[in-house]
């Protein structure tokens, strides 16, 4: 029989944190209690048990550039952060615009075990912006999320339709938000550092300009909408207005733009080159305060790996983006410190909600999926190497406050520190 | 002086070091044999990974008016354009023995990661829209050799100062060595967020014909295109030394040029060629200054405070 007792921990239930062990029996949470004994026991003294976290927002390269990260090494960073279900972003090679592309993703996460892949589909085909997806195809291969991340939808009367018709099924819409004509030849926030190191900026415009387009469409369509990567105080402030009316919107926030501003940059480090990029320290305490409130509902970490040749160049040369899975937990304890209902609802039970996902996200009782995190709210560590094919962190070597001990996935010990 | 990357970070007291030994370096240059044997053996590559022709002779000169011994490379005909990286480039070129490398690249920092990754001495050529030091060397000693000091002067900076490296190295070195710096031009070609900057700004070059010293920067048409500039002659209507405004300045003041020139555009080609401007002298002393910069970093310890 799979068995599994976490023992003394401080469990995460419908009523709230509470000192108890958790059974887990065959994929599931049996009982939640005193003194209950298995073969398998995970001392959890002092530690946080609650649902695994679910993110939103990542990228697996796989399939087509596997030399930066494949769903095996990914799913395996994924465990080690903590999570138990992942939306790979649809800008594989090709692109994730059609139904057997979708199942290919989902059959080989399924394979390898270790966390639940679920892909996100493309809103165009090849994310060119032209032309709609096969979205009946990704519908029913499983896909409930689309975006053409990477790219902005930037037709506003093609996205139009797009909404209509996800709308629908059912589906939600989310938007990477660029205005491509506000962002050429540049690579880092617009402000005083770019000024000063006389690089082409983009400005905080870039994002709300587009985010300001598509509540007006999404409230034109009726589909559920939602912002990715925020990164600005504009934005957060849309978002906060049209939640305030009653409209089926929600985003996310990555532990980078919590945490970072972009006075990190005089360094001219690509460790630090993402899309959009780190804002103004008033941006971040914006998008740290929306998170604290629930105005940004998830913390998604955008995991972009990419080899470390490829980042071993000058700053405006390098791709952009940057890893986060292992570290997402401990820089939001670090950074944003919540109390830890707030902490496992912006990054579980809000991220299941809008991935569609039934099987995570959901406080611990019994008969609930045993997709479960052990986390230690006090640890304090420094990463050093990473699980993921790919190094490119800016927290590689900064001491981090919480650190994830455990991660359980269907009844599975997925990952433990050593 | 490990490096010499950016003027941002220089004291007043290096600066006046550097241009006191360009100097001496100038008065070398004006000897019928303009050669001195302070390098001799010792080894310098050109990293040119952007054209600039006159940059890189400027070097070269100098390297060979201390005895150096040059490298070049040019990404044209090198294996980099094959997909080698920048790294490897830099790391071969180290290889094959150079011993301090001039480095000018399009990618702002291009010259601080090729330190990082060689550990050679690294002479900042010009790095994207960010530093040109050397430049701004040369234009200060350009300066105090004509008006024997910067403390006190007025300096204006007309032009295109959102794109250019020369700006934002000479701004912190005049700044620096004592001088007040305007800067002019339209809000497309300033920098959009001058905070901690020590400048102040004007509305157009009229406000300016006062000054000292009025520095007038290439518009590098290439830029923005037609997004920065409505037209050229709108340009030179608004912030052109044209004949007329050249008329109009203090019988003390000169003209400034970091060149290639746009005649007609940013300067009336009589401006340019008037004994007022200090073109040809910024020229001449850029080898002298490349010089006093390569000898500190190879030469040693003799001229050093
Ligand atoms: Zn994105």
Redesign the interface.
């Known amino acids: 029989m799979r068995e599994l007792v976490l023992q003394r921990g401080i469990v995460l239930g419908p009523g709230g944190p509470a000192a108890a062990d958790v059974l887990i029996r065959e994929g599931r949470v049996v009982e939640v209690g005193g003194h209950l004994r298995a073969e398998k026991v995970i001392d959890c003294d002092g530690m946080l048990v609650g649902p695994g976290f679910v993110d939103l927002h990542v990228h697996l390269r796989e399939p087509g550039q596997e030399w930066k990260e494949d769903i095996e090494s990914g799913s395996r960073a994924a465990a080690a952060g903590g999570f138990t279900a992942v939306v790979a972003m649809a800008n594989t090679e090709p692109a994730t615009d059609a139904g057997h592309l979708a199942r290919y993703i989902q059959e080989r996460g399924r394979e390898v075990g270790l966390v639940e892949v679920i892909p996100a589909g493309a809103i165009t085909l090849g994310r060119n912006g032209e032309h709609l997806a096969h979205l009946d195809e990704l519908w029913k291969a499983g896909v409930r999320l689309f975006s053409d991340d990477g790219n902005t939808v930037q037709d506003a009367g093609l996205l139009r339709h797009a909404m209509e018709y996800i709308s629908d099924l059912g589906g939600t819409v989310a938007q990477h938000a660029e205005d491509p004509g506000l962002t050429r030849n540049a690579h880092m926030h617009?402000?005083?550092v770019?000024?000063?190191?006389?690089?082409q900026?983009i400005?905080s415009l870039a994002e709300e300009t587009i985010v300001a387009r598509d509540l007006a469409l999404a409230e034109l369509t009726g589909v559920r909408y939602h912002v990715q990567h925020v990164s600005t105080a504009g934005t957060v402030e849309l978002v906060r207005t049209a939640k305030r009316r009653g409209l089926p919107v929600t985003a996310e926030a990555t532990p980078h733009h919590l945490a970072l501003d972009h006075t990190e940059i005089e360094q001219?480090d690509s460790a630090y080159k993402m899309y959009p990029p780190l804002r103004s320290a008033q941006d971040v305490a914006a998008v740290a305060e929306a998170l604290r409130d629930g105005t940004i509902d998830a913390v998604a970490t955008d995991h972009a790996p990419h080899a470390a040749?490829e980042k071993?160049?000058?700053?405006?040369?390098a791709p952009r983006g940057v890893i986060g899975l292992e570290t997402a937990a401990a820089v939001v304890q670090t950074f944003v410190a919540p109390d830890p209902v707030t902490l496992f609802e912006r990054m579980s039970l809000a991220p299941a909600t809008i991935a569609g996902l039934g099987e995570h996200g959901r406080w611990l009782e019994p008969g609930v999926p045993a997709n479960i995190v052990v986390f230690a709210p006090d640890v304090r560590w420094t990463p050093r190497r990473f699980v993921s094919r790919s190094g490119n962190s800016p927290f590689l070597g900064r001491t981090l406050t919480g650190r994830v001990m455990a991660t359980v996935h269907n009844g599975d010990v997925t990952y433990r520190s050593e | 002086m490990k490096h010499f990357l950016t003027t941002d970070t220089l004291s007043r007291e290096e600066l006046d070091g550097l241009l006191d030994l360009s100097d001496e370096f100038v008065e070398v240059l004006s000897r019928p044999i303009p050669k001195v044997p302070a390098l001799r053996g010792r080894t310098v590559a050109m990293l040119f990974f952007e054209p600039s022709t006159r940059t890189r002779m400027s070097f070269e000169r100098a390297a060979k008016a201390l005895s150096a011994d040059t490298m070049s490379f040019s990404p044209g005909t090198s294996s980099l354009s094959k997909g080698e990286?920048?790294?490897d480039t830099a790391l071969t070129i180290k290889a094959m023995g150079a011993e301090a490398l001039v480095v000018r690249?399009?990618?702002?920092?291009?010259p601080?990661?090729i330190a990082d990754w060689t550990g050679l001495p690294v002479l900042n050529g010009g790095d994207?829209?960010?530093?040109h030091p050397t430049q701004a060397l040369l234009d200060a000693l350009t300066i105090r050799r004509h008006f024997g000091t910067l403390g006190g002067l007025r300096i204006a900076i007309v032009g295109d100062i959102?794109?250019?490296?020369v700006a934002?190295s000479d701004i912190s070195a005049f700044s620096t060595l004592g001088a007040e710096v305007t800067l002019v031009g339209p809000s497309t070609l300033l920098?959009?967020?001058?905070?901690?900057?020590p400048v102040v700004t004007a509305e157009g070059i009229d406000e300016v014909l006062d000054r000292d010293v009025v520095y007038l920067l290439r518009i590098q048409t290439e830029r923005g295109g037609a997004s920065v500039l409505p037209s050229l002659p709108e340009y030179v209507s608004r912030f052109g030394m044209t004949r007329e405004r050249f008329a109009r300045m203090p019988d003390h003041a000169v003209v400034m040029h970091p060149g290639p020139m746009n005649r007609g555009v940013e300067i009336a080609p009589e401006v340019a060629d008037h004994e007022r401007s200090l073109v040809e002298s910024q020229v001449a002393n850029g080898i002298a200054v490349r010089m006093a910069v390569l000898f500190r970093l190879l030469g040693g310890e003799v001229a050093d405070a």
Do not use: C, Y
């Open positions: 617009e402000g005083a770019s000024s000063r190191l006389g690089m900026g400005p001219m040749a071993d160049v000058p700053f405006e040369e | 990286s920048l790294k690249h399009k990618a702002t920092g291009a601080w990661r994207g829209a960010h530093q959102r794109h250019s490296r934002r920098p959009v967020d001058l905070t901690g900057w």
